[in-house]
């Protein structure tokens, strides 16, 4: 079965940084592009940043540019967010999401999300 | 970025109802645009891509059309398990930008 698993959210306080993860199972991971999207409570979804098949090309919201990280270990079929430098607005559940093959930026599988809170 | 713009923001329709359900990009995105349904505390799930290709598995009674800037996703007889937000996506150019979402409920 085709699989994303998020984990590393919880309780921040503003300023401060996680790391999320998501690990892969039932696919080639190291052939797919992977995205984070994010979608604040009650509201819309939003994309955050996607890095390609092999880690060599990454692109970020501007939003979240300079504070975010995005990497992967294909070796550990794990796609990574580093988030430093928290703010409320980044208050959000955040989603990976695997890339369509041939369309790196349409979403054909989804994590079930992990929840970071920011706040004091 | 580009602006997404979806529109009626929230609908009420009946079960067996035809619905469509508008996007418009604030510039050409060519056929490069995604539909998603999303049901709460769910994540998204994908509909269509290309402006009209159907994704493996998903009813053929949703259908997408549209390029350019002017978009519909299209809904030929509305089920129960269609109530959902609906969201639009580009993915012409970074940074992808998705459309408010369409909340479709039951009258």
């Known amino acids: 079965e085709v699989q994303l698993l998020e984990s590393g959210g919880g309780l921040i306080q503003p300023g401060g940084s996680l790391r999320l993860s998501c690990a892969a199972s039932?696919?080639?991971?190291?052939?797919?592009?992977m995205s984070w999207v994010r979608q604040a409570p009650g509201k819309g979804l939003e994309w955050v940043s996607v890095?390609?098949?092999?880690?060599?090309?990454?692109y970020y919201a501007d939003s979240v540019k300079g504070r975010f990280t995005i990497s992967r270990d294909n070796s550990k079929n794990t796609l990574y967010l580093q988030v430093n430098s928290l703010r409320g607005e980044d208050t959000a559940v955040y989603y990976c999401?695997?890339?369509?093959?041939?369309?790196?930026?349409?979403?054909?599988?989804w994590g079930q999300g992990t929840m970071v809170t920011v706040s004091s | 970025a580009i602006r997404m713009t979806q529109s009626p923001s929230s609908f009420s329709a009946s079960t067996g109802d035809r619905v469509t359900i508008t996007c418009r990009a604030s510039q050409s995105i060519s056929s490069y645009l995604v539909w998603y349904q999303q049901k709460p505390g769910k994540a998204p799930k994908l509909l269509i891509y290309a402006a009209s290709t159907l994704q493996s598995g998903v009813p053929s009674r949703f259908s997408g059309s549209g390029s350019g800037t002017d978009f519909t996703l299209t809904i030929s007889g509305l089920q129960s398990e269609d109530f959902a937000t609906y969201y639009c996506?580009?993915?012409?150019?970074?940074?992808?930008?998705f459309g408010q979402g369409t909340k479709v409920e039951i009258k």
């Open positions: 890095i390609s098949d092999s880690g060599g090309r990454t």
């Open positions: 999401a695997k890339g369509v093959v041939v369309i790196d930026d349409a979403f054909d599988i």
């Open positions: 039932g696919f080639t991971f190291s052939s797919y592009a």
């Open positions: 996506q580009q993915y012409y150019t970074y940074p992808l930008t």
